[in-house]
């Protein structure tokens, strides 16, 4: 070999051999011999593999077969025992007439950047899992406000809508939401926060604490944005607890407060009645105490039904006899306020499986509700409230009507509200909202209707039977017990 040729095949930067048609080396560069030693008479794959066989696939013998260069990446083992990853590029060497007499196998060791290949496959899979793994939900939008990537929590509740804008899928809109963080941080390159109310793909309704980041090229141009919404459902929930507990505690209090007013009015009428042998005034000084400690009653009942959850008692209940007792128990509130109650029953016998106290509670606030509505009717003298039995297939159903004040439709909506009332300080709000729940814990529901000067109608519709138990699934319990 020519001497400046040569001096350029031994300065190459790479392992250079040159291989005849049997594949043994017959020539080879420094860098090649320091790392691989002698190489005379031996075939490549004894020096490069330390195998006794050619490899399966070997670029060499693809020059060698069709006289095109070929390329292929390798593992080679050197003397000391090192393996190098290379990238082997070969290239035919030909004699005067064409022929293919050597081919030149060119190794660059690519260790390196192998080596960091993998690092950056790793750090890629674990950035990946951390993705999908984070406990929020995650989404990269583009400026069309379209959904690129979404991670795991993301697909569970709300699908996997890859292509879809983010205001569909979230908020199931047709108009883009505003204002809107994403824009916002594409706009001015900046993190937004803000909370939201988003709707899953099983319709709840999930709060969630929204916060953005942009997504930058190696230039800094945003090319996306990253949504990231921690579910605070529960959080809210628990705030609106707290905040119910202190409106309860309000309106109790204020309602306790009247009350004790009117005890202590009735107290007075009492003693200075006894005093001057006035039976008259006592008589009204005992109404009025036993007027206001049947209302004590009735609140206390209402606030341990609302602040304890507690287990059905279920029996056979008729539905006239407890009817009656509810009527019953309203009689002397009803006569205080010169309103008539009427119980009809429309049909001979009716039973249902319930909770007796429960629905004795259930139908006290409702016809409670709608003697109060007739007292409130100043305009009214022929006051009336009437409790209706009757049944249906399956079902036996409670109807109060009274033609009391009657409600705006706004009322309507809260009625069942806890803690909303129509009765200013004097009630607490907790009525209506317990007797829904009894109903719905019967897995029945309660109807309002109601007209403004004309009167309410509450519609109470019971299975007969008591409603299936939900089944608790044991499939997880620690112990393996059923």
Known sequence: MDKAYRQYFDAMPCYLTVQDPDLRIINANKRFQKDFGDYEGRYCFEVYKHRS???EVCPVERVLRDGQCHRSEET?????GREVSVLVEATPIRDENGEIVAVMEMST??????????????????????FEEVPCYISVQNPDLRIIEANRAFREDFGN???SRCYEIYKHRTEECYPCPVQETFQDGKPHTREEVVTSNRGEHINVLVTTAPIRDAQGRILSVMEMSANITQVRQLESQLTSLGLMISSVSHGLKGLLTGLAGGIYFLNTGLKKDDSERIDRGLATVQRNVDRIRSMVT?????AKKRELNWETVSAKEIAGEACNLMESRAKEYDVKIEIEVKTKSVEFEADIQAIRSMLVNLVENSIDACRLDEKSEDRKVSLTVQDSPGHVEFEVADNGIGMDQETVEKAFTLFFSSKGTEGTGLGLYIANRIANSHGGSIELQSEPGIGTKFTVKLPRKRPPRKRVNNSHNRNGGL
């Open 53 to 55: 066989e050619k490899c």
């Open 76 to 80: 080679v083992r050197c003397l000391d």
């Open 109 to 130: 060791d690519i260790t390196q950047i192998k080596r960091m290949q993998t690092q950056l496959r790793r750090s890629q899979e674990r950035y990946r899992f951390l």
């Open 161 to 163: 809508h890859v292509g």
């Open 302 to 306: 209402d606030i341990l039904y609302y």
